[in-house]
């Protein structure tokens, strides 16, 4: 079963603490992204990887850091220094084949709160 | 990337009718595709329309594409109870490298009413 997976689902810290959401595909895709979205909200990028080793930031990278060490996984690092961090986070992965639409296929989403 | 622009923001119709969603984009794009989710869930990718495309069916869905004017619509025809969602449009350029970034507007809010 092909898929993309977010654990956990929700996710409850103390303000201070750092904390990491997991981002795992077995899409054999290239690409992987982080979003975040928030109460009657789009969404926005955060970061985004278009292959291994390498990610670029994207619109509110701010307090967040990633790392892209296998194809496979994506992981996102809430720092203390993100301000406001409670909110809906979602991964999506694509591929990068030319022809491709680059449509994006995204996980469940992780609930992460912050008292 | 570039932001696309749903209206209306919200829509409320009876089970059986007809569902018209709209968005607007900025600049020159490869593609346009729209998404929806479910409320607490993650986007599902439902449509996508090539720039050289004017027109583009799915089941009850259709999809049109005016690069003149910037914009597509998004039709759902019979619309269902299980239709209730937020639906997004994520135009992409045709921009190598960073291209693959899709920008998610606000979305439409729709509900199905039975």
């Known amino acids: 079963d092909g898929g993309i997976t977010q654990s956990p689902k929700y996710l409850f810290r103390k303000e201070g603490q750092n904390v990491t959401l997991s981002c795992e595909q077995n899409?054999?895709?290239?690409?992987m992204y982080w979003y975040r979205q928030d109460p009657g909200q789009g969404l926005r990028l955060i970061y985004y990887?278009?292959?291994?080793?390498?990610?670029q930031k994207g619109d509110i990278a701010e307090g967040y850091s990633v790392s892209r060490e296998k194809k496979e996984s994506f992981p996102l690092t809430v720092t203390s220094a993100q301000k406001n961090p409670t909110a809906f986070y979602l991964c999506?992965?694509?591929?990068?084949?030319?022809?491709?639409?680059?449509?994006?296929?995204f996980g469940p989403g992780t609930r992460l709160t912050v008292t | 990337s570039q932001q696309g622009e749903e209206d209306p923001q919200a829509l409320s119709i009876q089970e059986g009718e007809n569902a018209t969603m709209n968005c607007s984009y900025k600049t020159s794009i490869n593609n346009l595709q729209w998404y929806r989710q479910n409320s607490g869930r993650g986007l599902v990718h439902l449509i996508l329309?090539?720039?050289?495309?004017r027109e583009k069916h799915s089941g009850r869905l259709r999809v049109t594409l005016d690069t003149s004017k910037k914009s597509s619509s998004l039709l759902i025809t019979a619309s269902r109870a299980a239709d209730t969602a937020s639906y997004f449009c994520?135009?992409?350029?045709?921009?190598?490298?960073?291209?693959?970034?899709?920008?998610f507007g606000t979305g439409t809010q729709l509900k199905v009413e039975l």
């Open positions: 899409l054999n895709h290239d690409a």
């Open positions: 990887s278009q292959i291994v080793n390498d990610f």
């Open positions: 999506a992965s694509s591929s990068r084949l030319a022809g491709e639409g680059f449509e994006q296929y």
């Open positions: 329309i090539r720039s050289n495309e």
């Open positions: 994520a135009p992409r350029t045709g921009i190598t490298g960073g291209g693959n970034k899709l920008t």
